[in-house]
């Protein structure tokens, strides 16, 4: 076991581009993760990487190596799997990303519940609402909120999810409330946007009498955080374009204003996009499964309160 220990650190040092951030991805610490690599190339007779105080970069050696450890580790996996399968006891790690928001208000809660019934499976979530890299960061299960990556990843569809423009009442009283889409352009108003490296979130899309608007808004504040934007717009700083469950409570309680009801934003899609070779994931599955029946309900519950 310990030289496949030593493969996996190997492959996610060569991935991840450093020793100590594939320790802290393997939950082990920079000597240890260092131990494992020289032990390896002491296995092996040969030098896999170049190390300078700056830089670590793969040998020849390493890069052929590389190459052969992954389709290793896949092949482990998938016979881990097909064990599982037959013996009804999926057992493991599952590695998964999610938006912040909705990570935090329907996946995180649900995180528990899922091991109550799965104990021998653990989930280790990460919350970004940056755009990640599935491949590169070795994940199983990834949850998109917006328009789905055109890739070879399979997709799991939960639910479309209507979103909404608020503000506070401060804002609205000091400001005025937005009668027309167009008045989100002008200068009297300023709108909240998500925006980090990679966003393509650099408009707003709005439901019209005569199809889809595109708007190109603007504000003074921007943030790769969609919960700091709710922040911002219950402070009274401008206008936010959530889905309607993120801000559920505090619309029902006033402390937010829906505007512009007649014209809302398009609806965005809620799914799960995770690798083919998933599919004969027992452990996979089972997470799958359960958090798409589970989010649906959640969401609904939400919707009909």
Same mark, same amino acid.
């Given at each position: 076991?310990?030289?496949?220990?030593?493969i996996k650190m190997f492959v996610r040092v060569v991935e991840m581009g450093s020793l100590s951030a594939a320790g802290r991805d393997l939950r082990a610490s920079p000597a240890v993760a260092s131990n494992r690599i020289k032990e390896l190339e002491k296995h092996l007779g040969v030098r896999l990487f170049?190390?300078?105080?700056?830089?670590?970069?793969?040998?020849? #050696?390493?890069?052929?190596?590389?190459?052969g450890a992954v389709k290793t580790l896949e092949a482990?996996?998938?016979?881990?799997?097909?064990?599982?399968?037959?013996?009804?006891?999926?057992?493991?790690?599952?590695?998964?990303?999610?938006?912040?928001?909705?990570?935090?208000?329907?996946i995180a809660p649900l995180v528990p519940l899922f091991h109550n019934e799965y104990p021998n499976i653990n989930v280790r979530l990460r919350l970004s609402d940056r755009n990640v890299d599935i491949t590169t960061e070795a994940l199983d299960v990834a949850f998109k909120l917006g328009q789905l990556p055109d890739s070879n990843f399979r997709i799991r569809?939960?639910?479309?999810?209507?979103?909404?423009?608020?503000?506070?009442?401060?804002?609205?009283?000091?400001?005025?409330?937005?009668?027309?889409?167009?008045?989100?352009?002008?200068?009297?108003?300023?709108c909240l946007l998500l925006r980090?490296?990679?966003?393509?979130?650099?408009?707003?899309?709005?439901?019209? #009498?005569?199809?889809?608007?595109?708007?190109?808004?603007?504000?003074?504040f921007e943030s790769d955080d969609g919960d700091v934007l709710t922040d911002w717009a219950l402070g009274g700083y401008g206008i936010i374009n959530k889905p309607w469950?993120?801000?559920?409570?505090?619309?029902?309680?006033?402390?937010?204003?829906?505007?512009?009801?007649?014209?809302?934003?398009?609806?965005t899609n809620l799914a799960i996009i995770y690798p083919h070779k998933?599919?004969?994931?027992?452990?996979?599955?089972?997470?799958?499964?359960?958090?798409?029946?589970?989010?649906?309900?959640?969401?609904?519950?939400?919707?009909?309160?």
């Open positions: 076991m310990s030289y496949i220990n030593n170049n190390r300078t105080t700056r830089k670590l970069t793969t040998t020849e #050696q390493g890069r052929i190596f590389y190459g482990l996996n998938e016979a881990e799997a097909a064990i599982a399968e037959i013996s009804n006891n999926p057992k493991g790690s599952i590695h998964v990303t999610a938006p912040l928001g909705i990570g935090r208000r329907l569809g939960i639910m479309d999810c209507r979103r909404v423009l608020a503000a506070s009442p401060a804002y609205l009283e000091m400001r005025g409330e937005p009668s027309k889409p167009n008045d989100l352009l002008s200068d009297k108003h300023d980090f490296p990679g966003s393509k979130q650099y408009y707003w899309e709005l439901n019209t #009498q005569v199809g889809i608007r595109k708007l190109q808004v603007h504000g003074p469950f993120e801000i559920a409570e505090h619309l029902a309680i006033g402390d937010l204003i829906e505007i512009l009801p007649d014209t809302p934003p398009s609806t998933q599919l004969q994931d027992p452990k996979v599955r089972l997470f799958i499964d359960f958090m798409t029946e589970n989010i649906r309900k959640r969401i609904t519950e939400v919707m009909e309160a």
